[in-house]
T-cell receptor, first 112, second 113 residues
Framework: DVKVTQSSRYLVKRTGEKVFLECVQD?????MFWYRQDPGLGLRLIYF???????EKGDIPEGYSVSREKKERFSLILESASTNQTSMYLC???????????FGPGTRLLVL | GENVEQHPSTLSVQEGDSAVIKCTYS??????FPWYKQELGKGPQLIID?????GEKKDQRIAVTLNKTAKHFSLHITETQPEDSAVYFC????????????FGTGTQLKVEL
């Protein structure tokens, strides 16, 4: 059974803190994605990676960075968290391109 | 860039009725259109998809139709059941936007008993 796991379901951080969100997939997928989900805005792509050590900006990369040192792990980094980064963060992976993405359960981040 | 509009934002139907959700897109070269279902507390899950060379695709009670001329595609759920209650997202893979999907804003479907 395919599985994408995210390190935390809920996270509370202070403004200015450095935040790491971790995502791990066990399907040997090449592609991994980070989205944020906000009411009325749907899913918006932050960054994606199609190979180890490779990354591509999505539609809203500002304020975020990513790291992919191993094929199964894709990390989202908020260098200095701000209140407008309070959101649900979803990680996904896929075998070929952006099709048939498998999502993790999400991390709900609150920045105070 | 790619843009996907999804309507309605909320939809309430009686159990057993049909539900239809519609999305329009702007990139005429888009070639792949998936639908995802997100249940409460879970991540989205792919339920059906269609490619631009096909007009309709069915899987049991769900179907997707594509009108390339009008640049819209729709999700049809027949004989709705309470477990169909969820948020549904459409998406499209454009031609020039890189290796990614652009998602719609979501539809909250509620199936009432």
């Amino acid at each position: 059974d395919v599985k994408v796991t995210q390190s935390s379901r809920y996270l509370v951080k202070r403004t200015g803190e450095k935040v790491f969100l971790e995502c791990v997939q066990d399907m040997d997928h090449e592609n991994m994605f980070w989205y944020r989900q906000d009411p009325g805005l749907g899913l918006r792509l932050i960054y994606f990676s199609y190979d180890v050590k490779m990354k591509e900006k999505g539609d809203i990369p500002e304020g975020y960075s990513v790291s992919r040192e191993k094929k199964e792990r894709f990390s989202l980094i908020l260098e200095s968290a701000s209140t407008n980064q309070t959101s649900m963060y979803l990680c996904a992976s896929s075998k070929q391109g952006p099709e048939t993405q498998y999502f993790g359960p999400g991390t709900r981040l609150l920045v105070l | 860039g790619e843009n996907v509009e999804q309507h309605p934002s909320t939809l309430s139907v009686q159990e057993g009725d049909s539900a239809v959700i519609k999305c329009t897109y702007s990139d005429s070269a888009s070639n792949y259109f998936p639908w995802y279902k997100q249940e409460l507390g879970k991540g989205p899950q792919l339920i059906i998809d269609i490619r631009s060379n096909v007009g309709e695709k069915k899987d049991q009670r769900i179907a997707v139709t594509l009108n390339k001329t009008a640049k819209h595609f729709s999700l049809h759920i027949t004989e709705t059941q309470p477990e169909d209650s969820a948020v549904y997202f459409c998406a499209e893979k454009g031609s020039g936007g890189g290796n990614k999907l652009t998602f719609g804003t979501g539809t909250q479907l509620k199936v009432e008993l």
